[in-house]
């Protein structure tokens, strides 16, 4: 008799649950290699529930000035996938958030932004790093467009993956006022065409890139 097998489930586990964590104020000074964030900083990655793979060590802070991001990503055979003609698609760390935290709603607003950065795929030879926004699907409503040069990056090739920083600007991101409004929507994936996605909450099979109440939430601490 083979031995019993585990059933597929029919519901992505993470589904059940509205997911609240806590964002941590830092100083986040910026280097030429980017930003270093201690441990209390690193995110969850709820998407583990639903055997999704974690291979990277994601953290993100916040003070008045904005929003900042370390990614560390191991476990790689094979170069990343990055193509600046083809954000959607490349590999990389891609980010959304809603500043104004409304988990009814099932379309962005102008309050959600949408953002990716990338180890490599600019430049001639797509050495380059690349930190762009890109406009949400069936969005209601479009946020002020950032341009790359707003964003900061910074990514370094590893043996085994890549070290990457990125941070977004107040300015860039529509409603931030953590004064006022301390509570955020977030999500997150880490996508790696070897590796799969490594996601804060559901994966792509569900609409979480244009829905904002599929998105987990933020306390600004």
């Known amino acids: 008799m083979p031995p019993p097998t585990k059933p597929a489930s029919l519901i992505d586990p993470s589904f059940l649950f509205r997911f609240e964590i806590r964002l941590l104020q830092d100083e986040m000074k910026w280097s030429s290699k980017g930003l270093t964030l201690p441990e209390t900083c690193r995110l969850p990655s709820f998407g583990a529930l639903g055997d999704r793979p974690v291979f990277a060590d994601v953290r993100m802070a916040w ?56 180890p490599a795929g600019g430049g001639p030879k797509r050495e380059h790093p690349v930190a762009a926004w890109i406009p949400i699907n069936r969005a209601r409503a479009n946020p002020k467009p950032v341009s790359s040069t707003e964003l900061k990056i910074a990514a370094y090739p590893r043996h085994d993956g890549y070290q990457m ?57």
């Open 165 to 221: 920083s990125g941070f977004v600007p107040a300015s860039g991101l529509t409603g931030f006022d953590p004064a006022s409004q301390p509570r955020i929507s977030l999500y997150y994936a880490v996508v790696d065409r070897e590796l799969g996605w490594q996601t804060l909450t559901l994966g792509p099979e569900y609409p979480v890139l244009e829905d904002p109440s599929l998105w987990a939430e933020a306390v600004l601490a």
């Open 63 to 118: 003070n008045a000035s904005g929003i900042g991001l370390t990614v560390h990503v191991t476990g790689k055979r094979q170069l990343p996938w990055c193509r600046d003609s083809r954000l959607d698609d490349s590999d990389g760390f891609h980010f959304w958030i809603d500043t104004r935290c409304s988990p009814g709603i099932h379309r962005a607003t102008q309050y959600c932004h949408r953002f990716l950065w990338m």
